[in-house]
């Protein structure tokens, strides 16, 4: 399985509003197929007031600029005549400032003022969370809330079982409209604040069981459900999720492969493959990816098509389901700013002069500028351009299905190449990256600049 990542506003723009829409990734069905992707996963597309979409107004409808329930549906239904599955964004560790659940907390509603976090005496409301010192609580009315992400997403209180049925509710409608899993977003945030001790914490063993009781309701509805997890941090942490849940984003192999091929020395690549994709009992599936909306996309971090031709092709090579964002196989760029994450999740550009049926304009670009090179009609016309070659990545993925389930064993590194196993216990292939621009020789092997060869 190979999956993609879409931005339903930047993507495809069904009715000539700017603006990306379901029925425009209806449409683009055929580019998916072409590609060759069998799973997408769309930022949130739930009813919210911000561009991402991730502080949600109602879990129950849609953005009204993508569309309504009925063309999400048509949408899921022609992904799955083309055979692709779909799985959605879940963000349930808060809410919109705006949603009705918050107002009424705020205007004294008892029940809902449960659904929140409120702070007491002892609370330390100068806290900040710990990756980059913004506050978590925040003021109104003389009464102080949590909001891990902002005080335009108030947390809600899952220590309230009323609040975690709400959660399984939600699960339940996404299924019934057709959805083949989610993304759940945050995963280690449910819990991340000590109510006894009053401070910021992770407990990661009670957000583990928080995702196992939602998988035990989506495997009632839909037994073979796929989700996997948003757990950025340390690999050994990642993978206790990836354990329950079964699939966990592996936040380390766009970090390591990144600085290695950039540093030009494998030693990163090697740490992250020892510690992620080693694990022979198979108790995991681990779900690389080139980049996400959260980061530099990979062609603003690897500046030559050689260096990500040479990571699309680890991507596509190495165990579990690997992730495409959006424009990553056309050398889409944009430069990560935490105040301004427009700037990653630009149109996606079908046309050499960004004009065209479908082509969407809701923002300006700042970094895909029209005859650039980076059009799907410019890379589809190279041979050798970097779509075409993630295409044949791709189909080679295909053919080998197995590796979805698989795990690497002998894995030996030189300064610049990199060589590995990777097995299921009954089939197996050596893979050989060099990530010079020089000739290496390895074990043998003769490897071009930037080369990638299986065996
Ligand atoms: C998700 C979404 C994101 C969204 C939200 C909130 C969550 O993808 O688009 O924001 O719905 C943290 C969270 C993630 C979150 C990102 C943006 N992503 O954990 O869930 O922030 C460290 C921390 C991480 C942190 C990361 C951010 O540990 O927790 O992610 O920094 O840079 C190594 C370390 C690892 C370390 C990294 C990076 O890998 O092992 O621990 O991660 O280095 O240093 C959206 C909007 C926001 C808005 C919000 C409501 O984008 O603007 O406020 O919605």
Not at 252 to 262: Q, V
Not at 312 to 340: Q, S
Request: hydrophobic share 35%; net charge negative; with cysteine.
């Amino acid at each position: 399985m190979v999956g993609y990542e879409i931005y339903i506003r930047s993507f495809y723009d069904y009715n000539n509003d700017g603006t990306g829409d379901f029925k425009g990734l209806s449409n683009a069905v055929s580019y998916l197929k072409d590609l060759g992707v069998d799973l997408v996963w769309i930022m949130p597309h739930f009813k919210a007031p911000s561009y991402h979409g991730y502080d949600i107004i109602d879990f129950f409808d849609t953005t009204p600029s993508y569309g309504t329930l009925d063309d999400f549906k048509e949408m899921v239904e022609k992904l799955h005549e083309a055979g692709i599955k779909i799985a959605i964004d879940l963000p349930l560790n808060h809410v919109s400032s705006r949603h009705p659940w918050f107002k009424a907390a705020v205007s004294g509603d008892k029940k809902y003022e449960d659904f929140f976090l409120w702070a007491d005496d002892g609370v330390d409301l100068n806290e900040k969370r710990p990756w980059d010192n913004e506050v978590i609580w925040h003021p109104y009315n003389g009464r102080w809330y949590y909001g891990v992400f902002g005080g335009s997403s108030p947390d809600l209180n899952y220590e309230n079982e009323k609040v975690v049925e709400k959660a399984l509710e939600i699960v339940e409608f996404w299924l019934n409209m057709g959805i083949d899993g989610f993304r759940f977003d945050a995963a280690k945030h449910i819990y991340d604040y000590d109510l006894q001790q009053k401070k910021f914490s992770y407990n990661h063993e009670k957000n583990i069981q928080f995702w196992k009781k939602v998988m035990d309701k989506a495997r009632s509805i839909k037994s073979d459900v796929f989700a996997v997890t948003e757990v950025w941090d340390a690999p050994e942490i990642v993978a206790e999720y990836a354990k329950t849940i079964g699939c966990s984003f592996n936040f380390y192999f766009t970090e390591a492969l990144r600085e290695s091929i950039n540093h030009g020395n494998t030693y990163k690549i090697w740490d992250c493959f020892s510690r992620t994709l080693t694990d022979d009992r198979g108790l995991y599936i681990p779900s690389n990816f080139s980049s996400n909306h959260d980061m530099t996309r990979l062609a603003s971090s690897l500046q030559c098509e050689d260096q990500r031709k040479v990571f699309f092709a680890m991507l596509l090579t190495t165990p579990g389901i690997p992730f495409i964002f959006y424009g990553d196989e056309l050398g889409m760029k944009g430069v990560y700013d935490p105040y301004f994450t427009e700037s990653v999740i630009e149109p996606f550009p079908w046309y050499s002069s960004l004009s065209g049926d479908g082509q969407t304009l809701w923002k300006s670009v700042g970094f895909n500028h029209a005859f650039t090179g980076v059009s799907v009609e410019e890379q589809s016309q190279r041979e050798d351009s970097l779509l075409n070659t993630v295409k044949r990545w791709i189909k080679f993925r295909k053919e080998n299905e197995w590796m979805t389930n698989s795990w690497i064993v002998d894995l030996r590194t030189s300064e610049f190449v990199v060589g590995y196993t990777v097995t299921n216990g009954e089939k197996s292939l050596r893979i050989y990256h060099n990530i010079s621009g020089h000739e290496e020789e390895f074990e043998g092997i003769r490897l071009k600049p930037f080369e990638s060869k299986v065996l």
